[in-house]
């Protein structure tokens, strides 16, 4: 498959590679950002392309806990000083307090660039009428969106969205369109409605579908972005500009590098369980000084899994990773770990993540259905959960 030499336009920002690192919670704090931003770096250096090498976004923040000052939603939004663009995700459900929180981004220089999301699929979200629910009163959208795009000043705000709540009910097209009339600077689909949350495949179609269906507005593709291929295919498949990356690079910041060779051409990037090894150790590091406590290591649990997934390491020592409590600890461990044993075959295409078998009914709130032009915002909507 052809290499792409496209960069993707993000308001002032001509992106390339054209990848976003999706917002997850309790994953895509600066350490792991870095991880990331380095790998993509290292196949195509930002400082030779004049382009940043990539949007890589915070963890999602609330636009109540922001605008009332929360200081956990004020400390999630921070940036290290190489970090450019800075992107930020805001999660809102009322147009006021998305203006003011957007305003507040924008007045106090606290990130070059603002993604929406409505695309949690978590019951919790959805009961409320927040996340993939939201779309579907159309005209909450849209006020949710203007005061976005209206306060945000010179940043370019851009919209996450799923396909919809079910089959059917379909939001994608409807709200890219809104999203594409209130001005916003790229549209993002996670191809999957909120029935399906991660399970099954995600449908491409779609993505193909809102590209033909918007003209004047960047559209991004997400879901079943494995490896670098995958994305050229996605891609050429369905004329996007570009893609978005969740699940895929849990464990596997080298994901961004394999990204990134792909679309230049170059071979696939494929780590021996060494080179994992010290990304680990890095990442568990960046982890501890972030916390400034051995907290760190024990935040870094949950990652071990996603890390060692496919390679021929014993139960029992897995396990120990799993439980380090310092760094001293971490590193005696994975110290044992078999260093030249080569990236296993399974991995290839292999999900990664939370997923569930099947589809599930979308809970909802009472007669939330009824009247999709329904301006009210909802109540207790606001959350601290993340995903799309």
């Known amino acids: 498959m052809p290499a792409v030499h496209t960069p993707l336009a993000v308001g002032p920002y001509q992106v390339w590679p054209p990848v976003v690192l999706a917002p997850m919670a309790g994953i895509t704090n600066p350490p792991f950002r870095a991880l ?10 930002a400082a030779d392309t004049g382009h940043p090498a990539g949007l890589f976004v915070c963890e999602m923040v609330t636009t109540v806990g922001l605008v009332e000052g929360n200081p956990k939603t004020r400390k999630m939004i921070h940036f290290e ?57 159309r005209v909450l959208f849209r006020n949710i969106v203007r005061a976005a795009v209206r306060n945000a000043g010179a940043l370019p705000v851009t919209v996450k969205m799923r396909v919809g709540i079910d089959p059917e009910h379909e939001t994608y097209l409807e709200a890219g369109r809104i999203a594409e009339d209130e001005g916003v600077a790229a549209v993002a689909l996670h191809a999957r409605t909120g029935a399906q949350g991660y399970s099954g495949e995600a449908d491409w179609d779609r993505i193909a579908k809102l590209k033909a269906e918007l003209s004047g507005v960047p559209v991004l593709g997400n879901g079943d972005i494995w490896e670098g291929a995958d994305a050229l295919r996605m891609m050429a498949e369905t004329g996007a500009d570009g893609v978005v990356v969740g699940r895929g690079c849990l464990g596997r910041p080298w994901l961004f590098a394999d990204l990134a060779a792909a679309f230049v051409g170059g071979a696939p990037v494929r780590p021996c369980l060494g080179e994992v090894a010290a990304m680990m150790r890095r990442h568990a590091e960046g982890l501890v000084a972030m916390h400034r406590s051995d907290h760190g290591v024990r935040e870094f649990r949950k990652h071990v899994a996603w890390y060692l997934k ?16 310092n760094l001293p600890e971490l590193e005696e461990l994975l110290a044992r770990l078999d260093r030249a044993e080569p990236w296993p075959a399974a991995n290839e295409g292999s999900p990664r993540g939370r997923s569930h078998a099947s589809e599930r009914r ?14 009210t915002p909802p109540t207790g909507a606001e959350t601290d959960e993340s995903g799309g």
């Not at 919790?124 to 009428?129: F, H, P």
């Open 310 to 325: 496919g390679f021929p390491v014993g139960s029992e020592l897995r396990g120990r990773l799993a439980q380090a409590s």
């Open 362 to 375: 979308v809970t909802l709130p009472y007669g939330w259905l009824e009247n999709p032009d329904d301006p």
């Open 81 to 137: 000083p190489d970090e450019q663009p800075r992107s930020v995700q805001l999660y809102g459900v009322d147009p006021d307090y998305v203006g003011r929180a957007v305003r507040i981004v924008a007045e106090e220089d606290l990130a070059d660039h603002i993604d929406l999301n409505f695309g949690c699929p978590v019951p919790k979200v959805t009961r409320r009428g927040g996340g993939c629910a939201l779309p579907y009163h």
């Open 36 to 45: 990331c931003r380095e790998q993509a770096t290292s196949r195509v250096p």
